[in-house]
């Protein structure tokens, strides 16, 4: 029994059997034109390169760069181990050791838990921003800086160092900019469905 194929976009196309002429069988318009494109902008150049680090291009208000793990007002980390951003990473970029908050540290860690070991390899990671989405405590942010290149693989692997803010205020990372109404509103609903 014959089935008739029902396209189910429009995307597709006839492909033509049609003869090719002599000069489409020799490709020399074709080399010429691309040719001409080529020679176009090599007269016309633009500049495409900067001089990094000393120059940086503009880069968009939301731009996902190196994340920040954020402190509370007191500066306590915030982050309590829970796993969430890592079950959400796409990339398995993100590894963590929960650890028990013990006497006396309830200045250092927000809540009971928190990550003893906390880790992102920056050359999984693919900057989607889904660990921020995931994140229930706001402890876990990009922001718009950008992960600079190094020689070696072992430096992408970002740990606390690298992740967790200072704690004097003054030098706290400012994650506002990547905070539209559009990402508030996305975050307020998602806490609304974790709660019902
Ligand atoms: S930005 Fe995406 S890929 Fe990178 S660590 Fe977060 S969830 Fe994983
Ligand atoms: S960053 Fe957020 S989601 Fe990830 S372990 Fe910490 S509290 Fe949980």
């Known amino acids: 029994m014959s089935t ?3 396209p189910l976009t429009k995307r597709s196309q006839v492909v033509s059997d049609k003869k090719m002429t002599l000069l489409e069988r020799i490709y020399l318009p074709a080399i010429l034109k691309g040719m001409s494109i080529t020679l176009k902008h090599f007269l016309t150049p633009r500049k495409a390169t900067v001089k990094y680090p ?22 306590r980390e915030r982050c309590t181990a829970c796993g969430l951003c890592a079950v959400a990473c796409p990339a398995e970029a993100i590894t963590m050791v929960a650890a028990e908050r013990r006497k006396g540290e309830e200045n250092l860690y ?18 989607c921003g889904d660990c921020e989405d995931a994140c229930p405590k706001e402890a876990i942010f990009l922001t718009d800086r950008i992960v600079e290149a ?14 967790v803010e200072p704690m004097e205020k003054s030098k706290r990372i400012d994650v506002s900019k990547r905070q539209t109404p559009e990402v508030l509103k996305f975050k307020e609903q998602r806490q609304y469905s974790h709660n019902r």
């Open 4 to 6: 008739t194929f029902q």
């Open 54 to 75: 000393e120059q940086e291009r503009p880069r968009s208000a939301v731009y996902r760069g190196h994340h920040v793990l954020k402190r509370d007002e007191q500066g």
């Open 110 to 127: 927000r809540e009971e838990k928190y990550a003893a070991v906390y880790e992102i390899n920056m050359l999984r990671c693919i900057y």
């Open 150 to 163: 190094d020689y070696l693989r072992k430096p992408f692997v970002f740990g606390k160092n690298e992740l």
